[in-house]
């Protein structure tokens, strides 16, 4: 049966979890990440295209040096007329460089020299870039360039958990239809595939036609169908790769396989991944102070006997773990459980997903985001059909205004989890100010929380007297949070304090001055005031308008001109009992003067105090009062 889902997103968004391993055992996050760019040299007769590529591989070999060094990064030459030696022409013992290609920099571990370097390059490349490498018009054969990149992932010394080729031009076909190197590029497209390598290719002008040559590469590399390939839009992979988000795109790694149920008897097969890139961090090790040896820790379980007069042990011996048991007492009685009988209440459900039922999308609004979403898709390797049946899943959720609550069990021994299935759609987001750009179809796996993720907090009982809010006034500052609310997307919003932390290191490490302000894609104040200008007026109906506390003004000239300076309040507002009311609550009394305590006194609570009553008297008497 053939699949009908749209295989252009048939492979994942991002690497896997943390606490994940793929099937084949191997830890995705001991390897580094791989990622050689590849210039075509015919982009020197533009200058304004070979600018801009020259930019954005210098965004990405700045920002890879500073958020991980430890990834790999190379820089070669297509379609050029010279071949000077790169920068360490001892890497190159053992590899061949054909005709027309040049090596600029090998696959390298990122240091400030090799950055330097490259920033000195480029900064002349406009100049220099002709006499030193030059450039012929399809000079190079597409295979032989592939055959080159792929030596040098050989030869680089570090294991490599993901290879990425990324290759900029504006040259739609390398080869015409009819030569005998068309179809050699298209049978290294086969070898790419082979080796899990991916490809990419950055056009770098916007009517850039991908049907002459690269659809069916790009197919062919992927194992996609050639008739469900759509093309990508090239300003939007510039814009990727100028933020080196081309790290964050499509790998063949999954968190895991399992069979989703949907009823009796009706099981298809899907895959979950990562629903944003994680950042990858350094084990944590224990090693011992005196001679660096790690710490291994392993659990033993001891059984002692010790003799009831001396206390002392006659008999110890250790138990294997199969072999133990835990107690619990209840009462007068004793109960043993085995560690047998824990592991079958653990596997009382098999590893999958079982649909549990539909609820409309409204009744996530108040979800707690307890733990971070995955993304599912369908899988047709194990059961056939599977893409076709998810298919129509996902197109009547969407239709119907949906979501499907599923119990999960990722693998065997884990906790099982109440999840919500969201269809998402790269539709949703068109026309966004915040659109992400990794986006894809297919349905968000959201875990809802349980009854130990939830806090109950009563917003209307936790102000103090001095900061007293009516229900209705809660509700109302609930509202206008939800009008200036946004969705956190990692794509797009940057964090400040990141940015200014990563400019001052370019500023002393490289010498690089930039003008970062952070959040640049935030919504405008303009936009958020247009949100809740409707909101506005009702806050001065139920808080009423705010008091300006008078300043205390520094003591200047005699004492006497000292003490003729009298508080900035209104006489009028001191006959209204709602003003009174509001600076009693804003403890704002003790800004009104000796007669104007006494003017409160005697006009809203019938009271004439004595004339010896001290200041801190006539406020407490008002008080008390009022209440």
Known sequence: MASIWNPEVDVCLTDSDD???DEGGRDWKSGRECMLFVLDANLYADEERFVQALEMIRNAFVSGLLMNDKDLMGLMLANTEHSPDPYEPGCLEHIVVPQNCAVFLPLHQLTKYIVEHLLHFLATASDKFGEEYGYVSRGTSYASMLRLCLNLFDNASYECNSAKIVYLTDIECPHTSDSQEFQMALQKANDLEGRAMEFHVIPMKDDFNYDLFYKEFLCLVKAIDIESFQPADPQQLRELLSNRKLKQDYSRRTLGHFKFSLGANLEISAQYYNFFKKRLYPRKIRAL???????????????????EATSEIIEEYEVKSTGGWYQLY????????????????????????????????STLDNFVPHKPSNFMYPDDQTIIGSKRLF????????????????LFLRKKRSIPRYVALVPVSTED???????DLLSRDGFKIIYLPMGKHIRHINFNDWNIENNESPPEGVELFQKIIKKLRINYQPAVINDPGLEQLQARILALALDIQTDNDGLTVMPSTEKQDERIASILPKIEEIFGKDVEVAKKRAAT???????????KINEDDLKKYEYVQQLIRNEALITCTNAQLRTILSTHFEVTPAKSTTKPDLIEKIKNLSN
Do not use: Y
């Not at 040896?293 to 392993?298: P, Q, T």
């Not at 653990?346 to 539909?358: C, D, S, V, Y």
């Not at 987001?429 to 659109?435: A, F, K, R, V």
């Open 19 to 21: 606490e994940d391993v």
């Open 289 to 307: 102070r005196k001679n660096n040896a790690i710490v291994r820790s392993k659990n033993v379980i001891t059984v002692s006997k010790r003799d």
């Open 330 to 361: 209840t009462g007068e009685k004793t109960i043993k459980i085995t560690p047998e009988q824990i592991l079958r209440v653990k596997n009382m459900h098999a590893p999958g997903m079982m649909l549990l039922g539909f609820k409309p999308s």
């Open 391 to 406: 298919r129509a899943l996902w197109q009547r959720c969407r239709a119907r205004n949906k979501i499907a609550v599923c």
């Open 429 to 435: 987001n068109e026309g966004s100010d915040m659109q």
């Open 557 to 567: 000239g005699t004492a006497e001109e000292t003490a003729s300076k009298k508080a």
